[in-house]
């Protein structure tokens, strides 16, 4: 069965910590993806990756980057979380060349006190 | 730009009837649109996806899409609603640069 694993489900950090969220494919994928997603908001991405060392800003990279050392694993950090970086946190991968069919990762539930 | 619209935050229906969940979108040349669920505290899963062809679109677990060129629209929907399907669905499109650009969501309560 694919799969697309998060290394935390749910995480509590303060204000100013650095924060690593992990994100593995067991699917070979080229691409992979992180999104946050906040109740009215929808899904918005953060950064986006096409390949291995290389990485793409999304709509909201601000305070935020991005690893991609290996194929099957990219993180999302947050050097210095924030309050308003309170969210859920999804990771997602997908074929070079399938159109659109996103594989998602359960979700890391981030709260910044 | 490419962008999606829900215009309904929630819909609610009852077990048994069909339902329609709409969205409406906006991209330049052809549009490859799809809809994802998302259960409580889980991952988006993929319903189905139009690329090209026919306009209805059929998925996972009963529901199906229909593509209309002329509205802009790609409402999705399923003959029978079931208490099951209570989730929250997304609507998508595919940009230029392979990312998916994601609706706001729309609650769908089915109610016993």
């Known amino acids: 069965d694919v799969k697309v694993t998060q290394s935390s489900r749910y995480l509590v950090k303060r204000t100013g910590e650095k924060v690593f969220l992990e994100c593995v494919q067991d699917?070979?994928?080229?691409?992979m993806f992180w999104y946050r997603q906040d109740p009215g908001l929808g899904l918005r991405l953060i950064y986006f990756?096409?390949?291995?060392?290389?990485?793409e800003k999304g709509d909201i990279p601000e305070g935020y980057s991005v690893s991609r050392e290996k194929k099957e694993r990219f993180s999302l950090i947050l050097e210095s979380a924030s309050t308003n970086q309170t969210s859920m946190y999804l990771c997602a991968s997908k074929s070079q060349g399938a159109t659109g069919e996103l594989f998602f990762g359960e979700g890391s539930r981030l709260t910044v006190l | 730009a490419q962008s999606v619209a829900q215009p309904e935050d929630q819909v609610n229906v009852a077990e048994g009837n069909p339902l329609t969940v709409k969205c409406t979108y906006s991209?330049?040349?052809?549009?490859?649109l799809f809809w994802y669920v998302q259960y409580p505290n889980r991952g988006l899963q993929f319903l189905l996806k139009?690329?090209?062809?026919?306009?209805l679109v059929k998925g996972s677990y009963g529901f199906e899409a229909e593509f209309n060129k002329s509205q802009t629209s790609f409402h999705l929907k399923k003959p029978s609603a079931l208490v099951s399907d209570s989730a929250l669905y997304f609507c998508?499109?595919?940009?230029?640069?392979?990312?998916?650009?994601f609706g706001t969501g729309t609650l769908l309560a089915v109610q016993p």
């Open positions: 998508a499109v595919e940009g230029a640069t392979n990312k998916l650009i």
């Open positions: 991209v330049s040349g052809n549009p490859y």
């Open positions: 990756s096409y390949d291995v060392k290389m990485k």
């Open positions: 699917m070979d994928h080229e691409n």
């Open positions: 139009y690329i090209t062809g026919d306009n």
